[in-house]
């Protein structure tokens, strides 16, 4: 494989607004990342993301079924998944929204819609860079 082959990181979107996903979609493909998965529900999102094992999953506080909060303690309790960086995409611009999700819950990052694509790219870039493996490993 070639110095510059490295692999698309896989994203899984939750978001119960289907044109908030084909937006996501469109900025994170356009970016070189590959969304791997997405639901309109927090049941669902689930099963997705038990099913990808994605590297980073993109998740709305609300949604019909379950809440994203309650995604994310699903993740966290589950030793195939806790380990999965999370970046909550939400309408909730409260500061004490965002200080509930990046201090008590501690969540990897907390974007509020409406947001631009570079805000967007910025906050993966930022937690996949944070999460990203020691490059001195094995060969």
Same mark, same amino acid.
């Given at each position: 494989?070639?110095?510059?082959?490295? *692999?698309?990181? *896989?994203?899984?979107?939750?978001?119960?607004?289907?044109?908030?996903?084909?937006?996501?979609?469109?900025?994170?493909?356009?970016?070189?990342?590959?969304?791997?998965?997405?639901?309109?529900?927090?049941?669902?999102?689930?099963?997705?993301?038990? *099913?990808?094992?994605?590297?980073?999953?993109?998740?709305?506080?609300?949604?019909?079924?379950?809440?994203?909060?309650?995604?994310?303690?699903?993740?966290?309790?589950?030793?195939?998944?806790?380990?999965?960086?999370?970046?909550?995409?939400?309408?909730?611009?409260?500061?004490?929204?965002?200080?509930?999700?990046?201090?008590?819950?501690?969540?990897?990052?907390?974007?509020?819609?409406?947001?631009?694509?570079?805000?967007?790219?910025?906050?993966?870039? *930022?937690?996949?860079?944070?999460?990203?493996?020691?490059?001195?490993?094995?060969?």
């Amino acid at each position: 494989m070639a110095e510059g082959d490295r *692999r698309k990181i *896989r994203i899984v979107c939750i978001e119960d607004d289907q044109d908030m996903i084909d937006l996501i979609r469109l900025i994170v493909t356009r970016r070189g990342y590959e969304l791997v998965g997405w639901a309109t529900g927090g049941v669902e999102g689930i099963e997705v993301i038990r *099913r990808e094992k994605p590297d980073l999953v993109l998740l709305d506080l609300m949604m019909p079924d379950i809440d994203g909060w309650e995604v994310y303690q699903q993740m966290k309790a589950d030793p195939e998944l806790r380990n999965i960086p999370v970046i909550v995409v939400t309408a909730r611009a409260q500061h004490v929204d965002r200080i509930l999700g990046l201090h008590i819950a501690r969540v990897d990052d907390y974007l509020t819609k409406p947001f631009g694509p570079s805000e967007l790219i910025a906050s993966i870039e *930022r937690v996949m860079s944070r999460s990203a493996p020691n490059p001195s490993g094995p060969e």
